[in-house]
């Protein structure tokens, strides 16, 4: 671990590298390659509390990311936060190895800020909570969708209804950036969302401060970005907000990149 987050770390100098605990169960592979026998595996021993439960596991990662630390900027993400107890858990196993690597002598980055990935509407909902005692949020919007609307977007049969601008999703995301506002935390969003520029106005306005995506995507999403103006941007999500259903949310969302960006929206 040491290793590898130290060369992640020198190579990316001098920006700061995000790394995320170990994040497995679900639709994810587990540590021997092969998919954890759950009778429903989305909802089970997964992400961070399949780290919590394995304590060895965890503590080896922690160390390998604090010591890296010493390195360069990193700052640590935790996964599938369920609420503020996790949080606190987390931090006293935290705790503990720092005092491991200090009573060894181990030099690491003593303020290493962490964040809490959104991705469980309970978190969502108590967000404020959470914002005191983490340094930034970053939403995962493929499984806050799934928990959200109970759609498994794996599923042939009701993928369809797979659907960002729900009026439930939208207020989760309104919810959760206004919590990290008022808190003065960072906020950003990884997932299909992210990286898709209808939503990037949208996303913009309701003040998301980074969107992580795939690298195909990052003309697009910087295209919108670059060439609205903040107060349409505050606007168009205002409006979208408002709308009662998806339908016609997205019917505003493709409207306004149909008059500003008619050439993006023939290619999307």
């Known amino acids: 671990h040491y290793q590898a987050y130290r060369d992640v770390v020198e190579r ?12 497995v169960g679900g639709d994810k592979v587990g540590l021997s390659g092969q998919v954890v026998d759950e009778p429903n595996p989305a909802l089970g021993l997964r992400a961070i509390r399949y780290c919590l439960q394995n304590r060895d596991v965890f503590r080896t990662q922690l160390r390998g990311i604090f010591r890296a630390s010493a ?6 993400l935790y996964p599938m936060i369920a609420g503020l107890t996790e949080l606190q858990e987390i931090k006293r196993v935290m705790d503990s190895v720092k005092a491991e690597l200090r009573e060894e002598g181990v030099s690491f980055d003593e303020q290493i800020e962490i964040g809490v990935m959104i991705e469980i509407p309970s978190a969502a909902l108590t967000a404020d909570l959470l914002a005191k005692e983490a340094d930034f949020f970053s939403i ?13 977007r ?15 999703v939208l207020r ?19 997932g299909e969302m992210a990286g898709d520029p209808l939503y990037a106005a949208i996303l913009l306005g309701l003040g998301f401060q980074h969107l992580s995506m795939n690298v195909a995507a990052i003309p697009w999403v910087k295209r919108v970005i670059r060439s609205v103006r903040m107060q349409d941007a505050v606007e168009l999500a205002d409006l979208v907000m408002r709308q009662p259903t998806a339908v016609l949310a997205r ?3 493709e409207s306004f990149m149909q008059q500003r960006f008619p050439d993006l929206m023939a290619e999307m």
């Open 172 to 190: 989760l995301l309104q919810r959760v950036s206004l919590a990290a506002h008022e808190a003065k935390i960072g906020l950003a969003m990884c």
């Open 154 to 168: 794996t599923n042939e049969h009701v993928a369809f209804m797979y659907e960002p601008l729900e009026p439930a």
């Open 12 to 23: 990316a100098a001098p920006h700061e590298v995000v790394i995320r605990t170990l994040d």
């Open 71 to 76: 390195h360069g900027k990193i700052k640590i």
């Open 140 to 152: 995962g919007t493929n499984d806050l969708i799934q928990y959200t609307l109970a759609i498994d």
């Open 251 to 253: 019917q505003a969302a």
